[in-house]
């Protein structure tokens, strides 16, 4: 028995065949560039469950240099709008989360990333009222 296709059979089989690959090309490549680095702590304190709120202002004491993607790079002077707060095990350091308005984009808020808390001097609390939280792998994720 043999059984005949339709030119628009044909023609969908082999468009849906690239369409396929690039689906996986592209799932490959966005899995490639992205890293999962380690924990830098079990648990965090946030001014909401989601951590989305600004719960402090800092001014940054001296220059940080990111040593990788999960931090920011501070310059000495620059107001740090602060996300987060580690909360480290015995003997790890401290590190906060959060942003600084760059140069270049003045009303913009910057990448948001971890820098150590031994930096910044907190000039400002805008709020009391902090929830503690797990960290998550996300917390850690690089693009």
């Known amino acids: 028995m043999h059984t005949q296709h339709s030119p628009g059979s044909a023609l969908s089989v082999s468009m849906s065949c690239p369409l396929v690959i690039l689906l996986c090309v592209g799932l490959l490549h966005q899995s490639a560039s992205a890293v999962r680095m380690d924990k830098l702590a079990p648990n965090k304190i946030c001014g909401d469950a989601e951590c989305s709120y600004v719960i402090s202002l800092a001014t940054a004491l001296d220059d940080f240099i990111a040593p990788d993607c999960r931090f920011i790079n501070i310059r000495r002077g620059q107001m740090v709008y602060v996300y987060s707060k580690l909360i480290p095990e015995e003997g790890a350091g401290v590190f906060w989360?959060?942003?600084?308005?760059?140069?270049?984009?003045?009303?913009?808020?910057g990448i948001i990333g971890y820098f150590?808390?031994?930096?910044?001097?907190?000039?400002q609390k805008f709020t009391e009222d902090?929830?503690?939280?797990?960290?998550?792998?996300?917390d850690f994720f690089c693009d």
């Open 97 to 109: 989360s959060g942003s600084v308005y760059s140069e270049r984009y003045v009303n913009q808020m």
């Open 116 to 123: 150590p808390a031994t930096i910044v001097n907190e000039t």
């Open 130 to 138: 902090t929830v503690k939280i797990p960290t998550t792998n996300m």
